[in-house]
C-alpha cells in the first residue's frame, strides 16, 4: 500500500470547514517550522510522500468572491507550496514531495527549469501534479485572459505543454554530456548537447535547456481530473493518478479504465499508480473516534458545500430548485460554461443507470464531504479493516489521507494506523525496501529513478541514443 498525504499551503483542505476547530493548526500553514514538523512526522512514519493542491483560483459566485468564502477560509487564500519544499527536503532525507500546478498559466520552460531545480533541490524525490486547473472562471479573469479557456482544450494545451517539458528535460542533455572535470577545465561536452525544436500549436521553443540533469531527470508525473478526457490524459502520461472516491464500484470503474486507456498506450497497467482520497477519523476506541467525527460534522453546513463545489464546477447549488435532480444544470437551455471548469464532481454524481440525485440530496451528500474521498472511522482495527477493503475491492494502489484536523490526525494515524498496517504486511519496513537510489519514482514501485521506456518521454531519450555524439541532430516530435 501506497501512502501519501493530501495537504494544502492554506487554511482549509478538502472543500469543508474545520481550520476553526480548536484541534486544528493549519492557520499555521505560512510557518516554514510547521511545514517541516509534518514533513518529519511522515517521513519516520514510512509515507511515501506529502503532497501539496494548488491553485491560483478561487470560488466565484455570480461573478464574485462571495462574503461565505471569505469569511470562512474557504479555498480562499494560501502560500505557493513550491517555495517550501527546498526546506522541507533539507529536514527529511527519504519523503517524496509532489507539487500541484497547472498548465494554463506559464510557458512549459519556466515549468521545466522549477521542477528539474526541485528534482536536484530535493535528491530526486519530487513529483509534478499536472492539472488542468480548478477554478477556471477566476484563474482567466486573474491573469487578464479574456475567456476561459474551454475543458477539452484545457486537456489538449496540457498534452503539448507536458510534451515540451519531457523534450527538456529528457533530449537535450546525453548521459555523459555533464563532464565537470575541474583539472582538463571541462563543464559540459557541447557534441552531447542536442538543441531542442518544438513548432506545436499551442507552444514553441528552440534552444537547450540550461538545467543541468538531475536523478529522475523528469520528476513524477501525477494527475489529478478524472472526467473521461483527465483518463485519457492520465492513461497517456500519469505515472501516478488521485483519484476522489466516492463509492467502492465508481471507483473500481474509474481504476480499471484508467489501466485499460494505458494499456491501450502501450504502457503496463500496472505501472501507473492509482491512489485514492480517503479522510481517516481513527481513535484508541470506536466511541472516541466517532465521538472526533461529530465534531467535524457540527462545523459543516449547506452555505460550506455549495461554496465550495461552486469553485469547482460553477454550478451554485443554491440558486437550483433542490427538488429537481442535479441534471437540470446539463439540460438544453442550461449555462453553456457548466461542465467547462471541471467535470469529476459532477460526474461523481452520476448513477449507474445515468440519473443524478436532487440538488437537496447532492447538498446532503457533500455537507462535510466536499471534494474528499472515502471516510473512514473507527479504532485502528476497523480503519485498518475499511482501508485494506477499499484497496482489495477497486485495486487502486494506496491512499491520499486527507486530513480534518491537520496535523493532529496525522500524528493519530502514525501512531494508531500504521503499526497495524505493518502487521498486516500492507506496509514495508524502511529496511525491507528495495535499495535504490533514494528517489520518488522508486519509492513508488519503479526499477530505476528515471522515466520508464514505455513512458512516452522516454522517446525524447531513445532519440538521443540515436543521434549519438558530434551529429547535434534536433530533438522533434
Ligand atoms: C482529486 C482531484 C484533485 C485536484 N486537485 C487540484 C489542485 O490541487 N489544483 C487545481 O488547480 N486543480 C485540481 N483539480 C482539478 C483539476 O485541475 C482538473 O483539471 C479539473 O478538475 C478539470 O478536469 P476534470 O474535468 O477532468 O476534473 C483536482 C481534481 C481532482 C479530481
Not at 479555498?75 to 519544499?85: A, E, H, K, R, V
Not at 462545523?299 to 464546477?313: P, R, S, W
Request: with cysteine.
Amino acid at each position: 500500500m501506497h501512502l501519501g498525504v493530501f495537504e494544502v499551503a492554506s487554511p482549509q483542505v478538502g472543500g469543508t470547514l474545520s481550520w476553526s476547530h480548536p484541534w486544528s493548526d493549519s492557520v499555521r500553514h505560512r510557518e516554514v517550522g510547521h511545514w517541516i514538523e509534518v514533513a518529519r512526522l511522515l517521513e519516520d512514519a514510512g509515507f511515501d510522500f506529502l503532497f501539496f493542491a494548488d491553485g491560483y483560483g478561487y470560488p466565484s459566485v455570480g461573478g464574485d468572491l462571495p462574503e461565505a468564502a471569505a469569511r470562512g477560509g474557504l479555498n480562499f487564500s494560501g502560500i505557493d507550496p513550491m517555495l517550501l519544499i527546498p526546506a522541507l527536503a533539507h529536514a527529511t532525507s527519504r519523503l517524496g514531495f509532489v507539487v500541484t500546478s497547472s498548465t494554463g498559466i506559464d510557458h512549459p520552460v519556466a515549468m521545466a527549469r522549477r521542477f528539474a531545480t526541485l528534482d536536484h533541490l530535493t535528491g530526486g524525490r519530487i513529483g509534478w501534479n499536472v492539472v488542468t486547473g480548478a477554478s477556471q472562471d477566476t484563474v482567466a479573469a486573474l491573469f487578464g485572459h479574456e475567456r476561459m479557456t474551454a475543458h477539452d482544450t484545457r486537456y489538449e494545451i496540457a498534452e503539448e505543454y507536458v510534451d515540451l517539458c519531457l523534450k527538456l528535460w529528457e533530449g537535450c542533455w546525453e548521459d555523459e554530456a555533464l563532464v565537470e572535470d575541474k583539472e582538463a577545465g571541462v563543464f559540459a561536452d557541447r557534441d552531447r548537447l542536442h538543441r531542442v525544436e518544438h513548432e506545436g500549436r499551442h507552444f514553441r521553443s528552440s534552444g537547450y535547456f540550461t538545467v543541468v540533469p538531475s536523478r529522475q531527470r523528469t520528476p513524477v508525473l501525477f494527475q489529478a481530473g478524472t472526467s473521461a478526457r483527465g483518463r485519457e490524459f492520465a492513461a497517456a502520461h500519469a505515472e501516478c493518478v488521485f483519484l476522489q472516491g466516492t463509492t467502492l464500484p465508481h471507483a473500481a470503474g474509474n481504476v480499471a479504465d484508467i489501466r485499460a486507456r494505458a494499456a491501450a498506450h502501450g504502457r503496463d497497467p500496472r505501472s501507473v499508480k492509482v491512489l485514492v482520497g480517503a479522510t481517516v477519523t481513527v481513535a484508541a476506541t470506536r466511541e472516541e473516534a466517532l465521538a472526533r467525527r461529530a465534531e467535524f460534522e457540527a462545523l459543516q453546513t449547506d452555505e460550506v458545500a455549495a461554496v465550495i463545489y461552486a469553485g469547482n464546477t460553477g454550478i451554485d447549488l443554491t440558486a437550483l430548485d433542490p427538488d429537481r435532480p442535479l441534471s437540470q444544470v446539463l439540460e438544453p437551455g442550461a449555462d453553456a460554461r457548466i461542465g467547462q471548469m471541471g467535470q469529476s464532481n459532477i460526474d461523481r454524481f452520476r448513477r449507474p443507470d445515468g440519473t443524478m440525485p436532487l440538488v437537496r440530496e447532492v447538498l446532503a451528500e457533500l455537507r462535510g464531504r466536499g471534494t474528499r474521498g472515502f471516510t473512514v472511522v473507527g479504532d485502528p482495527l476497523e480503519v485498518a479493516d475499511q482501508l485494506e477493503e477499499i484497496v482489495d475491492v477497486t485495486d487502486v494502489d494506496g491512499f491520499l489521507l486527507e486530513a480534518v484536523f491537520s496535523p493532529a490526525d496525522h500524528r493519530l494515524f502514525c501512531e494508531l494506523v500504521v503499526p497495524e498496517l505493518r502487521r498486516r504486511g500492507r506496509l514495508p519496513r524502511e529496511q525491507d525496501r528495495p535499495a535504490g537510489s533514494g528517489t520518488l519514482r522508486e519509492r513508488l514501485g519503479a526499477p530505476s529513478a528515471r522515466l520508464a521506456p514505455d513512458h512516452p518521454g522516454a522517446r525524447h531519450a531513445a532519440a538521443l541514443r540515436g543521434t549519438g555524439p558530434g551529429t547535434r541532430e534536433p530533438v522533434t516530435a
